[in-house]
C-alpha cells in the first residue's frame, strides 16, 4: 500500500448513482467533476430499482394529491416544504431523463390518457409511477453511465472507495468554520491512498441496507456517507426508520431479490402457505397498505406460523401481461425453478431503505462548509417516518437539481477557494497487512445478526439494549483493529456498518413511541406530545 498523488477538482462527488450522476453531469457544466464509486460505475443500488418513480402526470392526479400521499405514509415527521418543492419538480427532472435517452414504458394504447405508462403503487391515491418495464432502474443508471462517460469534465474514478472526508476541523484546526475539503480515497487496483481535493464536495453515497442480515441492496450499501459525515461532525437523523420491503424472494439460490411492489398494484394476493388472505384481516387496503403495514404483517405470520415465508400469488392474470409488464421478475423466478404466471411466489421482508441519514436544509447543505449530501444517504424531511414507494429516485434527482441551483449560486465565491497545500496526507504508521481477514467477516456477520434480531421490524426495549451493549463491545474491537492493519475496502466498510449501526440504536432507543416503520412492542402507540418530531444526533 503506497500514498498517491493528491489530486484536485473543482467538484468531489462520491457515489454514482441517481443522485450522484446526475448531480455530476449537472456540475460538470461549471468545471471539473471527480465521481467516485466503490464499484463499477453503474453497479448501484439504483440499478436495482424495479417499480418506477413517482411524479404527477395526469390531468385526474395533482402535485396536492401527490403531497397528501407522501404526508401520510411519513407519519408526521415530512418537512412539508420539502415535500411541495420535490413533487412540484418531478415531472420537469423526469423530461430530463427522457431527455437523456432514458427509455419508459410507453402506453399500452392511444386511449390511455398519458404517452407513458403509468402504474399504481401502495400508498398512493392516483397511477404516478412512470416506469421501464420492471427494471427502471437499469434503464436509469445506464443512460446516466453513458452520458458520464461521454463528458470530458467528468473524471471517473471507479474502484475506489473513500476511507474519510478531509475537513479543516481535522486537517487545519486553525479555520474558524468547519469545512469539507475533499477525501481520502483508496484505489484498489493500485493499492494507493490519494488525497482528492476539491472546491465542493458531495456526498451521494446510498444507504445501508447492508447492516442487516437480509437486504434488498447491494454489497456496497454500507452507509459509508453517513458514517464518513459523522466523523467529520455533521448531525445525522431518524435512522430509526429502516424501511422493509415487505416482499423479497424467498430462495437460497437468490436470497436478495425484490418482487415490486407493482405485482401487489396489479393485482397480486399475499396468502400463508395455507391459503390464508391474511391481508384482508389486517388492513381494508389489503395488499395495497403501505409497506410497514403488509411488512409487519408478513413478519407476524412469519413467526405465528413457524414458516419461513408466505406467498405471494399473481398466477391468475393472464400469463401473456405477467411476461410482459413483469419480464425481470418472470425471469429471475423462473432462473430458481418458480413459474410466476402459474404458481406463487415465496416471499419475506428485507431491508430494503433508509429514510434517515445525514441531517440536510432543502438545499442539500449539511451545516458543514462546502459539503453538500443527497440521495438516500441525505435526511433531507421529504420522507419523514416512512418513505412513500417510488419517492426515493425522485428524491435523488430533484435533489440534484436543488444542489446545483445552490452551488451556481455560490460559484462566485467556491471557485476563489484554493483546496488547502498543505493537507496532511493519510498516514500509514506502523499498519500492515492484516494477517486473517476471518476478524473483519465474524465482525460483519455479527453486526448484521444482532440489527436483524434486535434492530429489526419489531423493536423493544431489551432488544435494543442488547444490541446497544454488543454493538459498542463490536465498535471498540474495530477501533483497536483499525490503526493496525491497512486500511481495505472490507475493514472500512465493517467500521462503517458499526458506526451507522449503533446511531440507529441510539435514535431507536430516543424514540419511546411507535411511528411510521419504528414499531416498538413497549411503545405500541404514537405520542405526537413527545414525539413528534425527528431524532438528530449531533
Ligand atoms: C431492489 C431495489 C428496488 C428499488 N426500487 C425502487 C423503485 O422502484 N423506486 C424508487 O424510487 N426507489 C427504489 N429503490 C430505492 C432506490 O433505488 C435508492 O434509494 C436509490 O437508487 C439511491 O440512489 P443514490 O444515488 O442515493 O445511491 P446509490 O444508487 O446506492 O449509489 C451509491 C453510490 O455510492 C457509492 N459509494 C458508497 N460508498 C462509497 C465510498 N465509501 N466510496 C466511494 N463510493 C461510494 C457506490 O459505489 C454507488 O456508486 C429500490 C432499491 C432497491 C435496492
Known sequence: MDIGDDLQFDFLVIGSGVAGSTLALKLATLGTVA???KEAL?????RYAQGGIASVFLEDDSYEAHTRDTLIAGAGLCHEDVVRKVVSAGPASIRALIGQGVEFTPRASPEEPFEYHLTREGGHTARRIIHSKDATGAAVQEALVEAVLADKNITVLEHHTCIDLIVTDKACPDFSRNRALGAYVISEKESRIHSVLARGTFLATGG???????????DSSTGDGVAMAWRAGARVANLEFMQFHPTCLYSPQAKTFLISEALRGEGAILLSRSGDRFMENVDPRRELAPRDIVARAIDSEIKRTGEPFVLLDISHKPADFIRTHFPNIHATCLSVGIDITREPIPVVPAAHYSCGGVVTDTRGRTGIKALWCLGEAACTGLHGANRLASNSLLEGLTFAEFVFQDVASLWNDLRT???IGNVPQWQIGKACEPDEMVVVSQLWDEIRRTMWNYVGIVRS????????ARLR?????IENYYWDALPSRALIEVRNLAVVGMLTIKCARLRKESRGIHFSLDYPE???EHFKKDTVLT
Do not use: C, M, W
Not at 208 to 218: A, I, R, S, V
Open 35 to 37: 465521481l467516485v464509486s
Open 42 to 46: 453503474g453497479e448501484t443500488n439504483t
Open 208 to 218: 445501508h441496507g447492508k447492516l442487516y442480515l437480509y437486504t434488498t441492496n447491494p
Open 417 to 419: 477557494f484554493e483546496p
Open 461 to 468: 426495549e431489551k432488544r435494543l439494549a442488547r444490541a446497544d
Open 473 to 477: 463491545q463490536i465498535l471498540d474491537e
Open 526 to 528: 404514537t405520542d405526537d
